[in-house]
């Protein structure tokens, strides 16, 4: 039997959702139908597309700009969160427990993992993240968990990086207990085993304000799809880059577990898709 899957976003047209679960379908040999699903940028849209597809016997969702908040407040109100998606104030992935709507956002544990399979060693790591916006905010928990060291967040606004760390250490313990320093982005100096960009200047030719003295063993962009000047600027200085496809594939992968129960290979599956796109 077919199972049926969506993507709700707007625009969606782009998304590359639909591509990658069916090759994780096929990886596992089960039939699924996987659709990108167009709302208009309203709650009440978002609401009734949700319902319908879930009274019609859809398994799982996938949600993306601008509806992750939308999703959040949907399981806030009327089903359940998982931790990640309550601290992080944001849901990627539907799915029905005991008929209930459940959330969950697999965004941040995505990055960690596609950053474990790179070699990248989290273990007590000195990391710095540029931007405060929802981005940051789903990744934060995470890395945490993967058990990082010293953790700086930077924002163009001081004040609003200063917000996002009240805010999390509100909603998590682990959060509140880890020590994290907020900066400027152009005061943002000094040497650090990671720093991920968590903004979306990569979408334009803009550059973020970086300071000479501002170094790295590993640079991330949690953009994807075309050059980005970010990466650019640290391969220049010697460090490892890496952008966000991978992530997109493996919070994929967590919400295809999610739903099917099924482990998927990462690597396997990254390959097919990177073969299949020349």
Known sequence: MTQHFIVIGNPISHSQSPTIHQVFAEQVGIDISYQRQYCPDDDASFGAVVEAFFNGGGIGANVTVPFKQSAYTYCQTQGGLSEHARVAGAVNTLLLKNSTLYG?????QGLVNHMISLGWTLTDARVAIIGAGGAARGVILPLIEAGIGALTLSNRTL??????VTELSAASPLVAQHTIATRTTNELTGEFDIVINATSIGLSDATLPLSDTLRTHFAYDMMYGRPLNFL???AARGA????GYGMLINQAALSFARWTGQAVNVERATDTLLQDAK
Request: glycine fraction near 6%; aromatic fraction near 6%.
């Open 232 to 234: 650019q600027h640290f």
């Open 159 to 164: 004040s609003r990086a200063q917000t996002l």
């Open 240 to 243: 490892r880059v890496s952008d």
């Open 104 to 108: 969950d956002n697999t965004d941040g």
